[in-house]
């Protein structure tokens, strides 16, 4: 599935101007002049401080597009100039989102994943939508495309109801194929459709003939999920001949394997094969491990389909060697299959080679030969059974030695990336991710009597104004004191999180409503009395704001959440430094503690 994130711009004769519907439509039929074009503009200096940022996150959609890395960098390194300027809002996130996207594609998720947050921090307050938009897309994508399209939901929605408030066809396309992706990734192939089909509606209504063309290739794997074979080759095709005729090298790649599925499905397997074959020779020339990752196991399958064992097994192995370096529980199973799978291919194909060469029928004939012939005959095939047995074995061995060895370096790096993935890196609190498997938990449990899951949401006021003013050491400094005086105020058994930026959680279990208020006034007021060499050399004066919410019956981690959320927004719209409690009786009661 391929998430479609490109903006552009537009140049008249006469004079630089920014018109959003326009520069989207040229950079997704234009990139290579848009990237021309932009550069120029920016080395001159042309546009204003806010169109430069456009351009900046355009021409970096653009790059990707073409494959481009150097220009990606280029462009990240010019957004990081007008941050320093402090020029444009945005230009940081813009250029963390940026960063996100070479990490992703190196294959680094959890770097990616931390990248993603902290654009989300900077760009989720801004008072442009489609900043926060961006902000929220970018948390959406990132999650659905490391598995975590669950997890994506809350921020799939509010992008969603975002690019309702922003005038531009094309995000509203873009978010609902964003929908498309994570409801792929749910195996909720129907309402996947939906989402495809409206998108691409928005796309043909606009325009966007390049963005209606890869809409087509994501609907085909849906079709091809739901066994509509016929409809998904008529679209692979089609999203396949506008791909080539636009130069768009990595897009065709992956409609050929696309293509190469449909056939698979059409009992057409020499066509599927050499459909497949394409796009391997491409992600090979292109060094694209996207295009690889995903057509190589169709080669497989469509050789296999074509009764072509030798080229399968070839097919095989490159296909392990790929999953080596990227996925070590996809490369622990992948060994399981492939090796029960070919070596009983690899046994038909030598006692095919046998019929060949006539020795089976060489063994007929000499078993009739007088009884001395056939006692030293029988001696030569004990010999030789032993021969392979012996073989064999020191084979079975061979191979047992190196699975172990791939079996023992995955468990680490599965233990380190779970880790990763649990704890934040800088105040090494458990992260968002640990904080809703505890309370997924939690929420499984019987609580009580009287007692229900409670959650505490805290963010640091004016944080922005300590990075400006301070710089970004101190900041991280502060939200490092900041995450020891939790540790210290809460219960032993609550989960202590840092959930994103300068924003902080506490999950309070078997805990009264009046308890926990009066733990979350404690917090604050420790917070504004602490004092340290850092604090007291820096002039600084910290406060907080909170939101708390009490899990009502039957409602979901993402709902409390939510609820809290808004709490904590109220908070903060009535003046910081204080907290909010989420009413019990009405969602949208709230009363100030």
Known sequence: MRSVCLLALLLTPSAWAFDAAESIRRSLEAPRQLLSEGRALIEADAPTAAHQRELLLDMVRAAQLLSRRAEVEWAIKRLRELEQRQAADGAEGYALLAEASLKMLDGDYPSAMETVLRA??????????????????????ILTDTGHADRAEADCARAETLADTVALAYERARVQNLRLVQRFHQDRYEEAVAHGERAQALAVDAGLVTFASVMDDNLARLLLELGRAEEALLRSRRALTAEEASGRREHAALSHANVARALIQLGRPQEAASSAERSVAEGRDLLSDAVLGSSLPVLLEALEAAGRPAGALAAAREYVEWLEGHSAERTRRALA????????????????????????????????????ERSQESLQRQRLALGLVLLGALSVLAVAALLWRLLRQQRAQAAELARLARTDPLTGLDNRRALFERFELACRKPASEGSQPILLVLDLDHFKRINDRHGHPVGDAVLRDLAELLRREAPEVACVARIGGEEFAVLLLDCSLASAQALAERILQSTRDYRSALVDAQGLRLSLSAGLASRREGESPEQLYRRADQALYRAKESGRDRLVVAGDADPEEERAA
Do not use: M, N, T, V
């Not at 989300?120 to 994508?141: I, K, N, Q, T, V």
């Open 120 to 141: 989300g921090d900077h760009l989720r307050d801004a008072e442009d939508p489609l900043l926060r938009l961006r902000g929220a897309s970018g948390l959406c994508e």
């Open 337 to 372: 299959e492939l090796e029960a799978r070919y070596a009983a291919a690899e046994r038909e194909r030598e006692i095919e080679e046998l019929r060949q060469q006539g020795l089976i029928k060489s063994l007929e004939l000499k078993a009739s030969r007088a009884e001395f």
